[in-house]
């Protein structure tokens, strides 16, 4: 892999990742832009003790453009786009409409391929293990600005879940706090340890999932579940075996088996509701230990915790949509109408 760190036209912040160690990118963004200026702010919820950005700058944001104004493709001719090449492999920037800046954090987004019509589905195994080489290329890096505790690599996809730009694309939130969600994970795992003496809580999960029926598919060192509790009507839990707290403490053997376990979980998934159907709308989570102090998480280190990526869709079945209601927005309970183990089944029933 081959980094090359620029600057766009308003100071933003693009890394092309690339495959060849020879490719020079030397392109110069031409847009006439000023400098990005965001209004970010993150307020503390003291009732539910949890934090919201406030960023009413993100009215302005790209919207649904059209195919050929694309600003996630390469620039061609007098087209000027966000990416000053005129082709990439992976490239990841300063988002200009973040959520998080500053003191804030940081929202960086991540082009897959240059290829507009193309998902990560159909990226190849290379491909797909550049991507991985950039999320964990920038997890260093964010990990070490001092405003960021937690670093949150994620994709959308679909118009179902809110997305604005068709182009194949994910993000990255460099948090400056740990997350509710997160925070819920380290309470739990911090009470199973002192509950039980020192047991982990997630190689517990694991091992009890693996010898259980909502085994999607599993590998030399990756393995991938329905969870016992899914929220979600089909929803999968992708862990490495060997327990590391982040991207970054995944070794080789975990690095070269996940581009084909993973791309195989996204296949399965245009899979689901048959042939004939659109795109299964999905959001892709990558769970990573925050690099903050776990003081409040007695008797609990970065290394308890356990790199996992979750992977769910909100489509419950052909031409419906599973809506956060009363129960799930207003309190926090989940209502699944997809059983787990129908879930698996029906995973398993679609392999290539």
Sequence with gaps: MKKTS???????????????????????????????????????????????????????????????????????????????????????????????????????????????????????????????????????????????????CFENRGEEIGVTLGHPHGQIYAYPFTTPRTALMLRSLAAHKEAT????????????????????????????????AAHWPYEVHLYPKRRVPDLLGLDEAARTEFPKVYLELLRRFDRIFGEGEPPTPYISAWHQAPFGTLEEFDGVSRDDFALHLELFTIRRTSGKLKFLAGSESGMSVFINDVPPEFAAQRLREVAS
């Design 197 to 228: 003496g020192g047991e982990n809580l997630f190689d517990s999960v694991l091992e009890r999932e693996l010898a259980g029926e909502r085994v999607v598919l599993e590998g030399e060192h990756w393995a991938a579940f329905v969870p016992y």
């Design 6 to 152: 620029t600057r766009l036209a308003d100071g933003r912040e693009l890394i092309y990742y690339d495959l060849r160690d020879d490719t020079v990118r030397d392109a110069v963004d031409r847009r006439p832009l000023e400098r990005t200026v965001t209004t970010s702010e993150v307020r503390r919820d003291v009732l539910l003790g949890d934090s919201v950005a406030i960023a009413s700058h993100r009215q302005g944001r790209t919207y649904h453009p059209p195919a050929d104004q694309c600003p996630l493709c390469p620039t061609t001719g007098d087209r000027l786009s966000e990416i000053p090449d005129s082709s990439y492999d992976v490239v990841v920037f300063e988002n200009r409409f973040p959520s998080l800046a500053g003191d804030s954090g940081r929202c960086e987004v991540v082009c897959f391929t240059s290829d507009h019509d193309a998902s990560f589905a159909s990226l190849t195994e290379e491909q797909a293990a550049l991507v991985l080489e950039a999320w964990t290329d920038r997890t260093s890096e964010l990990s070490h600005l001092p405003s960021v505790e937690q670093v949150f």
